[in-house]
């Protein structure tokens, strides 16, 4: 069974530039999440979505991030202007609908902004 | 709202010995527990996890959980450690009323193996 795909694996940008991350699920993966790593810390939860609907992106700094997930498969994530604090690892996991469901992650995209 | 503390940010263990990485969490509300453990440039991988049940819980490569509601605690063991165990190890949370199942990392412990 293919796991999460994730691209690109690494990205260099320069601040105030704009940078997408592309993440494909794993196949009949209801729920989608993007979680973002800060070096040395935990992942914490930016978006999760249910089919193509959010169900919570509470901690999305909305004026700079988006995400979308369009026909309820892929998913993209967007950064517009990035800064320098968002240097990290941005990881995407899927999981069947419920409480119970094991998530699967991808490798990450590790992102430096210079 | 759930938090996860895992007072050990570094571990380094002899090979062969054993090993114990403490977690603790807090929480309003009853939660799942999970242990990922995370290889240098990879993702996550699910370690093992707790949903109700048998309080102590095995997971892949050797790895056990007990979890303690008194002491709101999930500490992760192995009795005896490889090479290849190093990597860093996150605790996780996530609440257990369907549809919430959103989880919330502790800080990870980064366990060391000395050959």
């Known amino acids: 069974e293919a796991g999460v795909a994730q691209s690109p694996r690494y990205k260099i940008i320069e601040k105030r530039q704009s940078v997408a991350f592309w993440c494909n699920p794993i196949?009949?993966?209801?729920?989608l999440y993007w979680y973002q790593q800060i070096l040395g810390q935990g992942p914490k939860l930016l978006i999760q979505?249910?089919?193509?609907?959010?169900?919570?992106d509470s901690q999305l700094p909305k004026d700079r991030f988006s995400a979308e997930r369009l026909k309820g498969v892929d998913s993209t994530l967007k950064i517009q202007p990035a800064k320098l604090e968002d240097s990290a690892v941005y990881l995407c996991?899927?999981?069947?609908?419920?409480?119970?469901?094991?998530?699967?992650f991808g490798q990450g995209t590790r992102l430096t902004v210079v | 709202a759930q938090s996860v503390t895992q007072l050990d940010s570094q571990v380094p263990v002899f090979e062969e010995a054993p090993v114990e990485l403490r977690c603790n969490y807090s929480?309003?509300?009853?939660?799942?527990l999970f242990w990922y453990v995370q290889y240098p440039n990879q993702g996550l991988q699910l370690l093992l996890k707790?949903?109700?049940?048998?309080?102590l819980v095995k997971g892949i490569n050797g790895f056990e959980a007990e979890f303690n509601k008194s002491q709101t605690s999930f500490h992760l063991r192995k009795p005896s450690v490889h090479i290849s165990d190093t990597a860093e190890y996150f605790c996780?949370?996530?609440?257990?009323?369907?549809?919430?199942?959103?989880?919330?990392f502790g800080t990870g412990t980064r366990l060391t193996i000395i050959p």
């Open positions: 929480s309003s509300v009853s939660v799942y």
């Open positions: 996780a949370v996530s609440p257990s009323n369907f549809g919430n199942e959103k989880l919330t």
């Open positions: 979505f249910q089919n193509n609907g959010v169900v919570d």
């Open positions: 996991a899927s999981s069947f609908f419920g409480a119970r469901a094991e998530a699967f």
């Open positions: 707790y949903l109700s049940g048998s309080t």
């Open positions: 196949s009949g993966h209801a729920t």
